[in-house]
């Protein structure tokens, strides 16, 4: 075992040395190795990471435990399954089986050094023996310990969880699945009706009366005429008369154009979304000036920290994205400022293999701690985060920040 390796068994040795059951809690267990594992041991650290939270594999040893040899053995073999269905690198699948058995003792347990699958199938006729193979015939070695089945997202269609959450979109395994009312247009319904007008799940959808006009041909029918003159009456005089007013207004130097058009957007929105706008995130704002294009995203003291969504730029695509966004601050926001200032341009280098971030600092990139002091952080991981979800519509790191955050970096107007 690499020393690397050595060292992160050790650390997770500890951790369940304390209380076992934490292999069965993957948020509580990747917290607590957070706060252990030393930051020249991250990119070592990510495969496990990230096999114990997309993969559940903890809980999937921690099901043979105190179990059998040969429980044991298909517990191990299992998770490496997992694994590779995902893509993962055989050699980095079989880092983290390692680093598990290590970490649970199970070499103490049975007295023999635990096998590497990959070295084995190596060393017997590498050139007819595939790890696929391999793996599948393990899989009926014992019945005792099943690798844990996969579901498929509701939401958006991904098949590849195993926990209890999406690990594309984050969508809970037994969350209800709300509906949209095709009467009034009201979201998140879960139940059989409507909450906001009663309409029932899957009935008839009411049809608005018609009207025929006289001599008119069965089964063509066209809208009230009376009703259609009126309303192209009132339409008109309302257009008009705004038109007027705001002739007059940019005419005498009372109105700013500017400002009439963004008001005038933020009355053409539903009320809920204009309640949205004018929300806050404890004592700050939750948009600048109640402009969806400046969402907040955090603060520190009396200042708060803004995106401007607008200058979220995809410079480089594929695996590795690199993306270009601004952010700026509002001095005293939590209580009524509206001077921006220090707007600045800042670069990020999204590893999505090792799910590890990187912002460029003057021509170098340099790695980025999520989980690192907040002078290091602070409006960073954030800006980051959110720029990833804009330009993508999805997260990098899943299970950061709340709902509330994401709804504000993809409300549109």
């Known amino acids: 075992m690499a020393e690397g390796n050595k060292t992160l068994a050790q650390l997770l040795r500890k951790v369940i040395t304390e209380d076992r059951s934490l292999l069965g809690r993957r948020d509580d267990l990747i917290e607590k190795l957070n706060a252990l594992v030393p930051g020249e041991q991250q990119r070592d650290y990510q495969p496990l990471k990230r096999a114990i939270m997309d993969f559940n594999v903890a809980e999937t040893m921690l099901l043979a435990d105190g179990g059998s040899d040969e429980d044991k053995e298909a517990a191990k073999k299992a998770v490496l399954q997992i694994q590779l269905e995902a ?87 037994n969350q209800p699945i709300t509906w949209n009312c095709p009467v009034c247009g009201h979201g998140g319904n879960a139940g059989s009706f409507c909450t906001n007008c009663g309409y029932a799940k899957g009935a008839p959808v009411p049809v608005q009366p018609t009207y025929q006009m006289p001599g008119q041909p069965a089964g063509i ?114 209580h009524g400022g509206t001077k921006e200032s220090n707007r600045h341009k800042t670069k990020f280098k999204y590893d999505r293999d090792n799910i590890m971030l990187f912002r460029e600092d003057k021509g170098n990139w340099k790695y980025v701690n999520r989980d690192g002091p907040m002078s290091e952080t602070r409006g960073v991981v954030s800006l980051a985060q959110a720029a990833y979800y804009i330009a993508y519509g999805k997260k990098f790191f899943y299970d950061y920040n709340s709902e509330g955050f994401y709804k504000r970096m993809g409300l549109k107007i």
């Open 87 to 173: 893509s993962v690198q055989a050699k980095r699948a079989q880092s983290v089986v390692d680093i598990l058995v290590e970490a649970m003792g199970w070499h103490e347990d049975t007295g023999a050094e635990a096998s590497s699958f990959v070295e084995e199938i190596t060393d017997a006729n590498a050139d007819e023996v595939s790890i696929f193979s391999e793996v599948e015939a393990f899989n009926v070695a014992s019945e005792a310990v099943e690798p844990p089945k996969s579901w498929v997202c509701p939401n958006c269609g991904n098949s590849r969880n195993f926990g209890k959450f999406c690990v594309q979109c984050g969508y809970g395994k």
């Open 221 to 334: 029918t066209t809208s009230s005429p009376k009703k259609k003159t009126d309303y192209v009456y009132i339409v008109s005089v309302v257009s008009l008369l705004l038109l007027l007013c705001l002739v007059i207004g940019i005419k005498f130097g009372h109105i700013d154009t500017g400002k009439f058009w963004n008001s005038t957007k933020v009355q053409q929105v539903d009320k809920e979304t204009e309640a949205f706008l004018a929300s806050k995130v404890g004592d700050y704002p939750a948009f600048f000036k109640n402009n969806s294009n400046f969402p907040f995203l955090e603060c520190h003291m009396d200042t708060g920290i803004f995106l401007d969504k607008s200058t979220v730029k995809i410079v480089q695509d594929g695996n590795t994205p690199i993306i270009e966004v601004e952010s700026f601050i509002v001095g005293n926001a939590n």
